[in-house]
């Protein structure tokens, strides 16, 4: 039964995959969140029995936490954990130049994308390497893209930011894992209908009217397909939702 594990599990993108893999009765998911109080999250928990789900309180930002979950996890998977999803994500500024731009809030932006991501990939890499399978997967975005997102005028600056810094951590990291035969791999969601997602609406319309706006589902089925077909021949590469490649 592969195991997986998604952070930021509680709501949007992070939800709709939990739902997604719980439909596969092969599939034993591990989703972890701030509030695993959450009404979604509840009424799956109603649904499914235990050896299907399991909720663990996550908060990625609280190192005690990290350690606590963890543990938790360790208990209930004895062969390890083959996916390790992470996607919790925070929503940063969706506007404003360099020149004015809350300075706090962009070093939030970098430490939550980059120093809290690799304690929380620390803490349940462990697991990872017991696993069969092996796989990391890093929620990002395009934004984070030097060649794509970094050729769009004020958008989400710190943002875009914080997600190239999580590709290259992602990236380095990778060419390391791929050696003891762990795949690596950065997805972009796509342009979901989340309350993020709708925040920039006018901007999308303005700059990137070719691009459509999908469905959490329609994100979440597109980072299962994604999680499952790559291999570690193809470690450290960046994928959209739809398979295809992005460049870095």
Aim: cysteine-free; aromatic content about 8%; proline content about 4%.
């Amino acid at each position: 039964m592969p195991s997986w594990l998604i952070t930021g599990a509680s709501r949007g993108i992070g939800l709709s995959i939990v739902q997604d893999l719980l439909k596969d009765e092969s599939n034993f998911v591990i989703a972890t969140a701030r509030n695993t109080n959450a009404e979604g999250l509840q009424e799956l928990a109603k649904t499914y029995p235990a050896n299907r789900l399991a909720l663990i309180k996550l908060d990625v930002t609280k190192p005690e936490e990290i350690v606590q979950a963890a543990a938790e996890a360790e208990k209930i998977l004895p062969k390890g954990l083959d996916y390790f999803l992470s996607n919790a994500g925070i929503g940063g500024e969706a506007g404003g130049s360099f020149e004015e731009m809350d300075l706090d809030l962009f070093l939030e932006d970098l430490k939550f994308n980059a120093v809290d991501v690799v304690k929380v990939t620390r803490a349940f890499l462990p697991l990872v390497r017991k696993s069969e399978t092996k796989k990391i997967l890093y929620v990002s975005s395009i934004l984070g893209s030097v060649t794509v997102g970094g050729a769009w005028p004020v958008i989400a600056n710190a943002y875009s930011v914080g997600k190239a810094a999580l590709n290259m951590v992602a990236r380095k990291w990778g060419a390391t894992l791929k050696l003891e035969g762990i795949t690596v791999a950065v997805l972009h969601p796509g342009w979901v209908q989340t309350d993020i997602g709708d925040g920039i609406k006018d901007w999308m319309a303005k700059y990137a009217p070719e691009t459509p706006q999908i469905t959490t589902k329609q994100a979440s089925e597109g980072v299962i397909n994604v999680a499952k077909k790559v291999t570690l021949e193809e470690t450290t590469s960046f994928y959209n939702f739809d398979g295809n490649t992005i460049p870095w």
